[in-house]
């Protein structure tokens, strides 16, 4: 991967893009366009077999000018320096755009944990706090689950973090109900998808009930958001995971679905469809397409066979900028990831508020103040599109960083 088409460069286009719309001055944009501080790290563990594992780990803090850097930690092969640095610029503008304290951080390993036992992945785990904790903190820098990590391993974080400092609950979100976590944060980012998908829909005259949808990816996300979707009437005619991808052209039946997947760990040979190339998945004919796995599938190569009428970004930078000026050309409007995918990161905030405060919410509470939220981003950013005459994504990153340079100036950076 070169420089020039980097992920962190390809988030930058659309900062400098908007920066310029706003006359942002040269030295207030570089400051937003690069990370305030990068951990690279070694980390290693014995493995069962007696043998010594070694890989490194990210520690990405973007921009804390309206709160404590926020952002997940993923685990994944392909995990490297640019990935981390796009992904903690979009968790900067994802949080201003949805308006919670929050700067942007992101974190990773390079690492296929399908590889690991349960002990090595849990000593994984506690090597990688250790090694940055001096960066975290619940005034500093909060993480949360992303690809491949889920509340044990948030669990994990959280207690090797207190083994030095205390008890500290709000040094991580995404964490189990026992140990501080909030209702409703599982499945916050799938419900988030949804709800964001059903505006879009109905602004852009699709009817949701009877809508054909397809979802790549069939993760924490993409299992949450089918089953919302399914609920409030939408087909889901195809699915994909890493493992493979299926179809049915008369909707898939999502209960079966799920619990295929929890008995199989994956969609493929989910008896209820056909098995289809994944690849392909994403031209298939459809209402509504949601990318909800990793980033950069949409891309120019791909773009002139993308054949739906809406497209959600579920996933941290799916579409590339040139692909996306292809769809929108060809007047397929596209909601962008800060804000179809903030849902997640709007109720680790309501987490992190709740374990400061010792005082806990109940699920409906959470479901409310979550909806309420999302819709005023959603609202505001579709009042900035008219306003404006613009596309979605450059009505939020107006937003996002008229907000963030407004920290900034009185801040006095």
């Given at each position: 991967?070169t420089?020039k088409?980097?992920?962190?460069?390809?988030?930058?286009?659309?900062?400098?893009?908007?920066a310029k719309?706003?006359?942002?001055?040269?030295?207030?944009?570089?400051?937003?366009?690069?990370?305030?501080?990068?951990?690279?790290?070694?980390?290693?563990i014995?493995?069962?077999?007696?043998?010594?594992?070694?890989?490194?780990?990210y520690?990405?803090?973007?921009?804390?000018?309206?709160?404590p850097?926020?952002?997940?930690?993923?685990?994944?092969?392909?995990?490297?320096?640019?990935?981390?640095?796009?992904?903690?610029?979009?968790?900067?503008?994802?949080?201003?755009?949805?308006?919670?304290?929050?700067?942007?951080?992101?974190?990773?390993?390079?690492?296929?944990?399908?590889?690991?036992?349960?002990r090595?992945?849990?000593?994984?785990?506690?090597?990688?706090t250790?090694?940055?904790?001096?960066?975290?903190?619940?005034?500093?820098?909060?993480?949360?689950?992303?690809?491949?990590?889920?509340?044990?391993?948030?669990?994990?974080?959280?207690?090797?973090?207190?083994?030095?400092h205390?008890?500290?609950?709000?040094?991580?979100?995404?964490?189990?109900?026992?140990?501080?976590?909030?209702?409703?944060r599982?499945?916050?980012?799938?419900?988030?998808?949804?709800?964001?998908t059903?505006?879009?829909?109905?602004?852009?005259?699709?009817?949701?009930?009877?809508?054909?949808?397809?979802?790549?990816?069939?993760?924490?996300?993409?299992?949450?958001a089918?089953?919302?979707?399914?609920?409030?009437?939408?087909?889901i005619?195809?699915?994909?995971?890493v493992?493979?991808?299926?179809?049915?052209?008369?909707?898939?039946?999502?209960?079966?679905l799920?619990?295929?997947?929890?008995?199989h760990?994956?969609?493929?040979?989910?008896?209820?469809?056909?098995?289809?190339?994944?690849?392909?998945?994403?031209?298939i004919?459809?209402?509504?397409?949601?990318?909800?796995?990793?980033?950069?599938?949409?891309t120019?190569?791909n773009?002139?066979?993308?054949?739906?009428?809406?497209?959600?970004?579920?996933?941290?930078h799916p579409?590339?900028?040139?692909?996306?000026?292809?769809?929108?050309?060809?007047?397929?409007?596209?909601?962008?990831?800060?804000?179809?995918?903030?849902g997640?990161?709007?109720?680790?905030?309501?987490?992190?508020?709740q374990?400061?405060?010792?005082f806990?919410?109940?699920?409906?509470e959470?479901?409310?103040?979550?909806?309420?939220?999302?819709?005023?981003?959603?609202?505001?950013m579709?009042?900035?599109?008219?306003?404006?005459?613009?596309?979605?994504?450059?009505?939020?990153?107006?937003?996002a960083?008229?907000?963030?340079?407004?920290?900034?100036?009185?801040?006095?950076?």
């Amino acid at each position: 991967m070169t420089a020039k088409h980097s992920a962190f460069a390809e988030v930058n286009t659309y900062v400098r893009r908007v920066a310029k719309r706003l006359q942002i001055p040269d030295a207030y944009l570089n400051i937003m366009l690069n990370p305030y501080r990068e951990l690279r790290v070694q980390v290693m563990i014995h493995r069962d077999d007696g043998s010594i594992f070694e890989t490194f780990g990210y520690r990405i803090q973007h921009n804390a000018a309206r709160g404590p850097y926020k952002g997940g930690i993923r685990y994944h092969p392909d995990v490297n320096e640019d990935e981390v640095r796009a992904l903690a610029s979009l968790m900067t503008w994802k949080n201003a755009l949805v308006d919670i304290p929050f700067g942007g951080a992101k974190g990773g390993i390079t690492v296929d944990p399908r590889q690991l036992s349960p002990r090595e992945l849990q000593d994984l785990t506690r090597s990688f706090t250790r090694k940055i904790d001096m960066a975290l903190g619940p005034y500093r820098d909060v993480p949360a689950p992303d690809v491949n990590t889920n509340a044990e391993v948030m669990g994990w974080i959280m207690d090797e973090y207190g083994r030095r400092h205390g008890h500290t609950p709000a040094v991580v979100t995404g964490k189990p109900l026992a140990l501080g976590g909030s209702k409703g944060r599982q499945a916050a980012t799938g419900r988030g998808v949804s709800l964001v998908t059903q505006w879009a829909a109905n602004d852009n005259g699709i009817d949701v009930p009877g809508a054909r949808i397809v979802l790549q990816g069939f993760g924490n996300v993409g299992t949450y958001a089918a089953e919302f979707l399914m609920q409030a009437g939408a087909k889901i005619i195809a699915v994909s995971d890493v493992d493979g991808a299926i179809y049915a052209k008369d909707g898939l039946d999502i209960p079966a679905l799920l619990a295929w997947v929890r008995e199989h760990r994956t969609v493929k040979g989910f008896p209820g469809a056909e098995p289809i190339d994944g690849a392909k998945l994403l031209t298939i004919p459809c209402d509504i397409l949601i990318p909800a796995a990793m980033g950069g599938v949409i891309t120019m190569a791909n773009a002139a066979q993308i054949q739906t009428k809406l497209l959600i970004e579920g996933a941290n930078h799916p579409v590339t900028p040139d692909a996306a000026a292809a769809l929108e050309q060809r007047g397929i409007p596209i909601i962008p990831d800060i804000l179809a995918n903030a849902g997640g990161v709007t109720v680790s905030y309501f987490e992190w508020t709740q374990n400061l405060q010792q005082f806990f919410w109940s699920e409906a509470e959470v479901n409310q103040r979550l909806g309420e939220r999302l819709e005023t981003a959603y609202r505001t950013m579709s009042e900035t599109v008219v306003e404006s005459q613009c596309t979605y994504r450059e009505a939020a990153y107006l937003i996002a960083l008229r907000r963030v340079w407004e920290a900034m100036q009185l801040r006095g950076i």
